[in-house]
């Protein structure tokens, strides 16, 4: 090589990488990428829409729903699906981008003037993380909201033609207490409540011995039929040590004509109604029968109040655990968590396994561009075809995957942050390797 021709080499290897705004450039890349984009998110969102309708169609015809309802149930159930399919249409578009500048050779022309690979894609990161804003949107605030409508359009219309009432039944995280309503209403009163629990020393204090201290011995005779007589024979204060011990731990039903949360005072108010116990486990020696044959006959009340302490769900509680935990916000997730410390091992899993798979899957909309770049690009000669099928492939592994591991995580088989965050944080881990491996 001659000292002209090795001048111009070496002048060729210090060209300067740029990084400062390319308006001609990043608007043309920025407009083939949206064109294809925009093709990819409307085929799909059509093949979700036609799903939607080969599934629930049928029950909308046989009530014979009218047609505005079945059009605004599809429009409540599209925000849901597009959530979906965001990172999917990311990670196409911009292969396809990519693997068609590659063939054209127009790669090769920006990297020869300086614009690295990195920079190359730029625009189409700048979308990726956009749409991963949007993808957090949907996920926190607005599917929520529509598929909560969605289902409200449905009930009305499916559940009217079968005219069957079902009765709400609902069981604290903490398995302690279980709800029945006939109807459950959020914000209102409930009327028609039953609720099967364990008597613990507060409600028995609050309950029993505070309310009726002057009528105490007829209390006593009530719910303690075979014992009163013993009972009765101690000393004022050994008798609350006695009525403690006789009802902690029992089973006890709590049935209410009305029932109201107070989110100030942060209680439960149960109006109108009645209690009754049963005996312990150790109280008879047929087992088949034990904690089922009642301790008394049912007593009465007007009035009885639950804090916090002794009933901490609250209305929303209810209300979430009909909804798909993977349709709750990440924010109420974390709250019910918080809140309920005792909550069963096998129901905290759910939850937090859900919880951190909603706050990594957003994410690989921005992510799909560090690995779809790289593999757009890896043979600028093989045209869009194989790009789309790599894609394709990814997509599919990335996705059976991380339902693996939410089922697994779920069941308590793995940890939940371990199972929520991992797929996502290998699909990372593959992208960024893979543009720093290209990056020249």
Known sequence: ?????????????????????????????????????????????????????????????????????????????????????????????????????????????????????????????????????????????????????????RGEVVERRRQVQHLLAFRSSDQQRHWLFDTFVSGETQNNITVKTFWTDGMARNIVIEPNKEQLPEIVRKMFRNKSSRLLELAPAELEQAIYRELRGRKVDFQAASVTYDPERAVWIFRNGNFISYDRNDETQFEASRGTSTMHDEIPF??????????????????????????????????LVQRNPNMAERVKSIYMTVFYYRLAFPWACFLAVFLGIPLATRNERTGSLLAIITAVVIIVVYIVVAQVFLVLGKGGILNPMFAGLAPTIAFICCGIWRVLHDRN
């Open 1 to 153: 090589m001659d000292s002209k021709a090795q001048k111009n080499y070496e002048d060729i290897e210090r060209l300067p990488r740029r990084w400062f705004p390319l308006p001609k450039l990043d608007g043309y890349i920025l407009r083939e990428f949206l064109i294809k984009y925009s093709v990819l998110l409307l085929v799909f969102i059509i093949l979700f829409i036609l799903s939607d309708v080969y599934r629930d169609i049928s029950d909308f015809l046989e009530a014979k729903a009218p047609w505005r309802s079945v059009l605004e149930y599809l429009a409540y159930k599209l925000p849901g699906n597009i959530r979906f399919i965001l990172p999917i249409t990311m990670l196409l578009g911009c292969m396809w981008t990519m693997a068609t500048f590659g063939k054209n050779m127009e790669i090769t022309a920006m990297r020869a003037s300086g614009v690295s690979l990195f920079r190359c894609g730029g625009p189409i990161f700048l979308m990726g993380l956009i749409v991963t804003g949007v993808n957090i949107y949907f996920n926190e605030n607005l599917v929520p909201y529509t598929e909560q409508k969605a289902e409200q359009v």
């Open 302 to 335: 007007t009035e009885l109040v639950f804090p916090a302490s002794e009933i901490p769900e609250t209305p929303d509680d209810i209300i979430n655990s009909i909804k798909e935990k993977d349709d709750l916000p990440t924010w109420v997730i974390w709250d």
